[in-house]
Each structure stands twice: as structure tokens, then as C-alpha cells.
């Protein structure tokens, strides 16, 4: 995904704005989660909220990997991204 001044890309995912991407969970230590896809609506320090149809669900990060598509799939372990977003892209 590109912009007038940057490029998201799996190197830099993590320090990114995650709101509006389109996600799919991979893993999850709830099966009920697992291949939930969507597009990101919201993200807290501890958790994503997607889009999947019109019901929003509430994902802990720490309990799932994400796959993200930036133009390219890219996975993303949700433990790597335990922080505030604003936090997170400063880095």
C-alpha cells in the first residue's frame, strides 16, 4: 500500500496504522477465530477490531497471528504488536 510520502510494507507493518487494512486471522488459541477475515476498524493496546460483514468482532492481539494484505500477504504475530498504536507508529 502506497501513499504520497510512504509505503507500508511487511518490514514496517508493525509500526503502521493498522485502521483499514483487510485482515484475515491465521492462528488462534480460539478455533473460533481462526480464518475470521475483514477489514480493521479499530485497534486498541490489546486488541484489533475487524470488520466481518456487517458484525464487528473484538480480537486480543496476544492470541492471534494476522495476515494482512498490503498489496502482498504478510503475517504478523499479534504479540508483536501489544502496544498503543499511537505508541507504536512513533517508532
Known amino acids: 500500500m502506497k501513499g504520497k510520502n510512504y509505503e507500508i510494507t511487511k518490514q514496517n507493518l508493525k509500526n503502521h496504522e493498522l485502521i483499514g ?3 484475515l486471522v491465521c492462528e488462534s ?3 473460533g477465530r ?4 475483514g477489514k480493521v476498524m479499530n485497534e486498541t493496546k490489546n486488541t484489533i477490531v475487524i470488520l466481518v460483514g456487517d458484525e464487528e468482532k473484538i480480537l486480543p492481539k496476544k492470541e492471534c497471528v494476522f495476515e494482512f494484505d498490503i498489496c502482498e500477504k504478510v503475517k504478523l504475530d499479534g504479540k508483536e504488536i501489544i502496544r498503543r498504536p499511537e505508541d507504536r507508529i512513533k517508532e
Open 21 to 23: 487494512l483487510k485482515v
Open 29 to 31: 488459541s480460539d478455533p
Open 34 to 37: 481462526k480464518n475470521l477475515k
